[in-house]
């Protein structure tokens, strides 16, 4: 069964928008985990403009599940990730003005410096991850760093998906994942994942241990409820 981690950006999104602790989100991290997610994932930024520093310090000691922290390796977010020590760092090559993540990691040209972070999380016991493009050249590039894993960026699969080309829009992470598998990698995936592609991108796509999902699930939980959004997405990852 390929685990569902559930990421509460947007839900520090909206205590930020009015200031004080509602909805205050260790608690929503707390009920996430009771509704039965496997895992907590928070992408904190430079300019802490939803999830802040100080809210993965407030995680960690009371989340009973795997917890995720994903990101820029810059010295601030090292250094977080390292006294914090998740289970687990996912590496997001994402610029401090980005609205969102919006490319992998190129893992050729940057393969000594993921090497030397890579190492230095490994080190302290923290399992890492890179975010890389459905580009069979970028998982080989990301074997060669040393990572336990790498995280697919879906956003081109989502937008194919929603167009109709669902073949053709899943064939490259299929691909990625089986020689990502060869290579002895974990797979992730995540972004722009939903209800109404999981199931699909699931079923089509071998030994995805993980997948990371935020701003769908929080966006069809105003309709449905957390708790039954969540059960559905656990159906669907069967």
Known sequence: ???????????ATL???????????????LDIEKFGAEGITVH??????????QDTRDLKPVLKTEFNIE???????????????PAQV??????????TSNAGWNTVKNKEYLIEVISEFKKHGIRTSIFVDADEKMIEGAAATGTDRIELYT?????????????EAVKPYAKCAE???QLGLGVNAGHDLSLDNIEFFKNEVPFVDEVSIGHALIAEALYLGLEETISRYLKKLQ
């Open 155 to 167: 956003e081109s699969f989502a937008e194919k998906f929603a167009d109709g080309d669902k073949k």
């Open 179 to 181: 020689l990502a598998h």
């Open 15 to 29: 205590r930020n928008a009015r200031g004080g602790n509602i909805p205050n989100v260790v608690q929503c991290a």
């Open 1 to 11: 069964m390929t685990k569902l981690s559930v990421n509460i950006n947007k839900i």
């Open 44 to 53: 904190p930024r430079p300019d802490e403009r939803h999830i802040r520093y």
């Open 90 to 99: 996912t590496l997001v090559p994402d610029a401090e003005d980005a609205i």
């Open 71 to 85: 990101g820029n390796p810059v010295t601030k977010f090292i250094n977080l990730v390292l006294e914090v020590k």
